[in-house]
Nanobody
Framework: QVQLVESGGGLVQAGGSLKLSCAAS????????MKWYRQAPGKQRELVAS???????NYVDSVKGRFTISRDNAKNTVYLQMNSLKPEDTAVYYC????????????WGQGTQVTVSS
């Protein structure tokens, strides 16, 4: 089992910044791709950003140039630096990790609320 602990959400004014963190822990697992999803009220969960073990990244178009995903492989931690935040970024943000131990497993964090006021 892999546990994911998220932190860093909160309330910020439009144009502000927040940094989310997600630390993964679990014995005997290798952490592969790490992702951030978000879900706004009444909307489907969407993939915001992903990062591979080697550092390759992908972003949804709406956050390109504003958000940066990064990871510390030694700490099994993924970050999401969010700049120039907009009210439409308001959502619950979830960490998602693919871990392997012979086979692949997918784990989700508990979610952290990000609220951007106009």
């Amino acid at each position: 089992q892999v546990q994911l602990v998220e932190s860093g959400g909160g309330l910020v004014q439009a144009g502000g910044s927040l940094k989310l963190s997600c630390a993964a822990s679990g014995t005997g697992f290798s952490i592969n791709i790490m992702k951030w999803y978000r879900q706004a009220p009444g909307k489907q969960r969407e993939l915001v950003a992903s990062i591979t073990t080697g550092g390759s990244t992908n972003y949804v178009d709406s956050v390109k140039g504003r958000f940066t995903i990064s990871r510390d492989n030694a700490k099994n931690t993924v970050y999401l630096q969010m700049n120039s935040l907009k009210p439409e970024d308001t959502a619950v943000y979830y960490c998602n990790v693919v871990a392997s131990r012979g086979t692949l497993y997918v784990y989700w964090g508990q979610g952290t609320q990000v609220t951007v006021s106009s």
